[in-house]
């Protein structure tokens, strides 16, 4: 089993930052990481993607360019530098570990075995 809790949302005005990290326990060998997030009334929507051993890293086109998602693996975290943002990416974050190998699913949140309850951010205009 792997737990994940997200930390670091909240409220912050369009163009400004923030910070979300995923602390991972329990077993936590060799998991991909993944960023979703849901707006209300929308679906859920993928944002980034980590691979474990290489840090291969992966982005949905709405943040591409402006989010970065990094991992510590000494610390089981990853985290999801988020800039420039906009009110659109007004959503609730969560992150997401798989053991599959096969990147090209990443985007998918089926592809997932684990989920964090996730965490409200909210982008004023």
């Known amino acids: 089993q792997v737990q994940l809790v997200e930390s670091g949302g909240g409220l912050v005005q369009a163009g400004g930052s923030l910070r979300l990290s995923c602390a991972a326990s329990g077993r936590t060998f060799r998991y991909a990481v993944g960023w979703f997030r849901q707006a209300p009334g929308k679906e859920r929507e993928f944002v980034a993607a980590?691979?474990?051993?290489?840090?291969?890293?992966y982005y949905g086109d709405s943040v591409k360019g402006r989010f970065t998602v990094s991992r510590d693996n000494a610390k089981n975290t990853v985290s999801l530098q988020m800039n420039s943002l906009k009110p659109e990416d007004t959503a609730v974050y969560s992150c997401a570990a798989t053991i599959s190998p096969y990147t090209s699913t990443y985007d998918r949140p089926g592809t997932y075995n684990y989920w964090g309850l996730g965490t409200q951010v909210t982008i004023s205009s």
């Open positions: 980590i691979t474990w051993s290489a840090g291969l890293t």
